[in-house]
């Protein structure tokens, strides 16, 4: 089955303690992306990368590291997390080609006290 | 800045009437525009999309239009079903084609 996989679903964790998560696709997909949700606020990306080794900032990317070392694997690291981190968040990938509809995972919610 | 719309936060249709959702965008680069379906504790689904070189494009009960000269596009659910019940994004495609630019979403509730 096709899909995007997050992990963890659920995470509580405390200001400063750095934490990851993960993010797998099996669509073979060059694209992906981090995207944050927050009342009243929509979907924003965080980072986005265009293929392996290839990664760039996206309209809230500050407090937010990522990497692509392997084509199937988009890990969101947050170094030092902070309250204002607290969302949720939904990895997405989708094919070549900027028209093809992106693909989410399940989403993550975050809680940073 | 907000590039793209909804200014309606939620919407209640009755089974088997026409669902009408909203959406304006600021941008006249834009060029393609999708919509998204979300459900509580899941991540958005793809429902429809269309490129603004057209004004309509029908997928089964679900149909969306586009008014270039106005910047605004509409999603029609006819018959609209409980199971449409669920949060609607409106998102077009940055003009890099590296990001979707989202709306903050309409919920739909459709009664039976």
């Known amino acids: 089955e096709a899909q995007v996989t997050q992990n963890p679903r659920y995470l509580i964790t405390v200001t400063g303690k750095k934490l990851t998560v993960t993010c797998s696709q099996n669509?073979?997909?060059?694209?992906m992306s981090w995207y944050r949700q927050d009342p009243g606020l929509g979907l924003r990306q965080i980072y986005y990368?265009?293929?392996?080794?290839?990664?760039d900032k996206g309209d809230v990317p500050e407090g937010y590291k990522v990497s692509r070392k392997e084509k199937r694997n988009f890990p969101l690291i947050l170094e030092s997390p902070s309250p204002n981190q607290t969302s949720l968040y939904f990895c997405?990938?989708?094919?070549?080609?900027?028209?093809?509809?992106?693909?989410f995972g399940p989403g993550t919610r975050l809680t940073v006290t | 800045d907000q590039q793209v719309k909804q200014n309606s936060p939620s919407l209640s249709v009755q089974e088997g009437r026409i669902s009408i959702l909203n959406c304006d965008y600021t941008?006249?680069?834009?060029?393609?525009f999708l919509w998204y379906k979300k459900y509580p504790a899941e991540g958005p689904t793809f429902l429809i999309s269309?490129?603004?070189?057209?004004d309509k494009n029908e997928d089964g009960r679900f149909t969306v239009f586009l008014n270039k000269s106005a910047k605004h596009l509409s999603l029609h659910i006819v018959p609209s079903q409980p199971g449409d019940s669920a949060v609607y994004f409106c998102?077009?495609?940055?003009?890099?084609?590296?990001?979707?630019?989202f709306g903050k979403g309409t919920t739909l509730s459709v009664s039976s």
């Open positions: 997405a990938s989708r094919g070549q080609g900027a028209f093809y509809e992106q693909y």
């Open positions: 669509m073979n997909h060059e694209y």
């Open positions: 990368s265009m293929n392996v080794e290839v990664t």
């Open positions: 941008n006249s680069m834009f060029d393609y």
């Open positions: 269309i490129s603004s070189i057209k």
């Open positions: 998102a077009a495609i940055n003009q890099a084609g590296t990001a979707l630019i």
